[in-house]
């Protein structure tokens, strides 16, 4: 069974604060993967990072960086410096191997307050 | 480049109407495909997914369908709408290898009145 817990409903914090946003998931499978998703108020869901099971390095990516720990479970995503153009949904997801389907977490509001 | 649509952007249908929504993908073939649905203030919950012609699995037992008559093309479906059918629907693809992301349409906001 895969299941993605995203236990930060919803966060607020002040322009040029760093956040992180929570993710913790269960799967049974050796070989899965991580993703990070921002929906903003369009609807539309972004793209922003992919992880497999095999690599635990970190991520950075501009302002974001993407903490991924396989023994605790948890793949963490961080902004640094946040921004009014940040606040948004972000959903962390689970895929595990062959054709199984892609799993989300119910997602944290992030608001970002100038 | 591939390209998801997604149709219509909005609808507004009375309680007990039918339903169809329509997602076609370009410029890729036997493409992982996905209904997602998120109700308000509420995560995204997978309805269906489809990995062929044909093939449709169910996550969630309701009073929607879903069928994949053509390869690239994805059809939500429902013949008669209750209340809590109310959301907002987004179609996915992604590759058929597994390890790849998957990418959004841009979403129908349902409400059913």
Same mark, same amino acid.
């Given at each position: 069974?895969?299941? %993605?817990?995203?236990?930060?409903?919803?966060?607020?914090?002040?322009?040029?604060?760093?956040?992180?946003?929570?993710? %913790?998931?269960?799967?049974?499978?050796?070989?899965?993967?991580?993703?990070?998703?921002?929906?903003?108020?369009?609807?539309?869901?972004?793209?922003?990072? /992919? /992880?497999?099971?095999?690599?635990?390095?970190?991520? +950075?990516?501009?302002?974001?960086?993407?903490?991924?720990?396989?023994?605790?479970?948890?793949?963490?995503?961080? +902004?640094?410096?946040?921004?009014? %153009?940040?606040?948004?949904?972000?959903?962390?997801?689970?895929?595990?191997?062959?054709?199984?389907?892609?799993?989300?977490?119910?997602?944290?509001?992030?608001?970002?307050?100038? | 480049?591939?390209?998801?649509?997604?149709?219509? *952007?909005?609808?507004?249908?009375?309680?007990?109407?039918?339903?169809?929504? $329509?997602? =076609?993908? $370009?410029?890729?073939? #036997?493409? #992982?495909?996905?209904?997602?649905?998120?109700? @308000?203030?509420?995560?995204?919950?997978?309805?269906?997914?489809?990995?062929?012609?044909?093939?449709?699995?169910? $996550?969630?037992?309701? #009073?929607?369908? @879903?069928?994949?008559?053509?390869?690239?093309? &994805?059809?939500?479906?429902?013949?008669?709408?209750?209340?809590?059918?109310?959301? &907002?629907?987004?179609? *996915?693809?992604? @590759?058929?290898?597994? #390890? =790849? $992301? @998957? &990418? &959004?349409?841009?979403? =129908?906001?349902?409400?059913?009145?």
């Amino acid at each position: 069974a895969q299941k %993605v817990t995203q236990a930060q409903t919803e966060i607020s914090v002040v322009e040029k604060e760093d956040v992180t946003l929570d993710c %913790v998931y269960e799967t049974r499978d050796t070989t899965y993967y991580l993703f990070w998703y921002k929906q903003p108020p369009s609807g539309e869901l972004v793209f922003l990072i /992919r /992880r497999n099971s095999f690599d635990e390095q970190n991520e +950075i990516s501009g302002r974001y960086s993407w903490n991924f720990q396989k023994s605790t479970s948890s793949f963490n995503f961080t +902004i640094t410096a946040s921004q009014v %153009v940040d606040s948004a949904v972000y959903f962390c997801a689970l895929k595990n191997s062959g054709n199984t389907p892609l799993v989300f977490g119910k997602g944290t509001r992030l608001s970002v307050i100038a | 480049s591939q390209t998801i649509h997604q149709w219509p *952007a909005t609808l507004v249908q009375p309680v007990g109407s039918p339903l169809s929504l $329509e997602c =076609t993908v $370009e410029g890729t073939s #036997n493409p #992982n495909l996905y209904w997602y649905r998120q109700a @308000a203030g509420r995560g995204l919950q997978l309805l269906f997914y489809s990995v062929g012609i044909g093939q449709i699995s169910s $996550e969630v037992p309701q #009073n929607l369908s @879903a069928s994949r008559p053509q390869d690239r093309q &994805f059809i939500l479906s429902s013949k008669k709408l209750l209340l809590s059918d109310s959301g &907002f629907y987004l179609c *996915a693809w992604k @590759a058929g290898d597994w #390890n =790849t $992301e @998957a &990418f &959004f349409g841009q979403g =129908t906001r349902l409400t059913v009145v």
